[in-house]
């Protein structure tokens, strides 16, 4: 094997590539990217045997050929590579690649070729062509909902439903929950929903800006779903299983409804939780007319600041997470949120004032008397 590439193009994709290859001691392999040049082009491949990606790479290929490279020390390589072009070889009788880039010359041990497993092929089903604009936006609205371990993997994952002229996509963690619907400009030829874990979410977040595509197409297997953006072929194992009821989770009705300034609450929240450390809880105290945003750890301090706001009623005060809190008005597009409350002891709503099908559930948490 040997080829010709622009360095650029080449660090562009180990970015990407590095995330996916996994560093496993019971197969070295898995660290790896697969890069096999053919007669057709050069496509660089990275798998952990849960999530794969491969990448179609820009360059001339002199000689057919392919290897297994460490996916970090090529990465780190190309960084710092001192030309605008890098070649890569391989040299059969000494098992490595030669990489040259300008004056500096490296030679990279190959891995074990036979251990790296094959990638599903995105020519093998039917896909569904979804704006992928409209996709990631509704992504960076929920993926955050989601549970950041994998200990039960249905709270780690996204629902992702489309059917008609509608995206849906959901996420839940137990603690809070959010649901975006997105009108799409037109109806899609075909539909389906899947269970997609969150880390693979947030990758296509980064590769959509990155291939410039404007649709993303999706094709879900029997156990696996594929989304090809551009020159890039992201797949992964869905998640077994059937996503949490989560409309029954969703209060029908709510006893206060409160519009308040979205970037004056954020701010407020964002200052008072600087003193809720050791896993403090946020308190938010109504009484007519005024919130009380305050928090307090104990050996650390507190702090309390006042806002306006439309409540009425009697006087009671709810507790929540403070980071959990944060990331819902992170959420919030507009200039004005929708509090809807009932007790201390029942989630509350965070919407946005207009029709834009978006909620954040927040579970309460108690409040030290």
């Given at each position: 094997m040997k080829l010709h590439t622009a360095a650029q193009d080449l660090l562009g994709h180990l970015q990407s590539l590095s995330r996916i290859a996994s560093g496993r001691l019971a197969n070295p392999t898995l660290s790896g990217v697969q890069i096999a040049a053919t007669g057709d082009g050069i496509e660089l491949r990275a798998t952990d045997l849960?999530?794969?990606?491969?990448?179609?790479?820009?360059?001339?290929?002199?000689r057919p050929g392919t290897v297994v490279l460490p996916a970090r020390l090529l990465l780190d390589i190309t960084r710092q590579a001192p030309g605008p072009r890098l070649t890569l070889e391989l040299r059969t009788e000494e098992q490595d690649v030669e990489v040259t880039a300008?004056?500096?010359?490296f030679h990279l041990r190959t891995l074990r070729g036979e251990d790296f497993p094959p990638l599903p092929e995105p020519s093998g089903a039917t896909g569904v062509e979804v704006s992928a604009q409209a996709f990631v936006a509704t992504t960076a609205k929920v993926v955050r909902s989601a549970a950041k371990d994998d200990t039960r993997p249905l709270l780690a994952c996204v629902l992702v439903r489309a059917e008609g002229d509608v995206l849906t996509m959901v996420a839940t963690?137990?603690?809070?929950?959010?649901?975006?619907?997105?009108?799409?400009?037109?109806?899609l030829e075909g539909s389906f929903e899947a269970n997609v874990p969150a880390r693979v979410m947030q990758e296509l977040e980064r590769l959509v800006p990155a291939s410039g595509a404007e649709t993303l197409t999706v094709a879900r297997g029997e156990n696996q779903v594929l989304f090809t953006v551009g020159q890039h072929v992201l797949s992964s194992r869905l998640v077994d299983g059937t996503f949490p009821q989560y409309r029954s989770l969703i209060p029908d009705t709510f006893d206060h409804e409160l519009r308040v300034s979205?970037?004056?609450l954020r701010e407020v929240v964002s200052r008072v939780s600087l003193l809720a450390q050791k896993a403090a809880a946020l308190s938010l105290a109504f009484s007519e007319g005024e919130l009380v945003v305050s928090s307090q750890t104990q050996d650390v301090g507190e702090a309390r600041e006042a806002l306006p706001v439309p409540f009425h009623g009697e006087a009671f005060a709810i507790g929540f997470n403070p980071e959990y809190l944060r990331d819902g008005l992170d959420t919030i597009d507009g200039d004005e949120v929708l509090l809807r409350l009932t007790s201390p002891i029942r989630p509350g709503l965070l919407q946005t004032t207009d029709d834009q099908g978006f909620l954040y559930l927040i579970m309460p948490i108690r409040l030290n008397s």
């Open positions: 849960q999530v794969g990606l491969r990448i179609q790479l820009e360059g001339d290929v002199e300008g004056s500096a010359v963690d137990s603690y809070r929950l959010s649901e975006k619907k997105t009108t799409l400009e037109s109806p979205t970037s004056e």
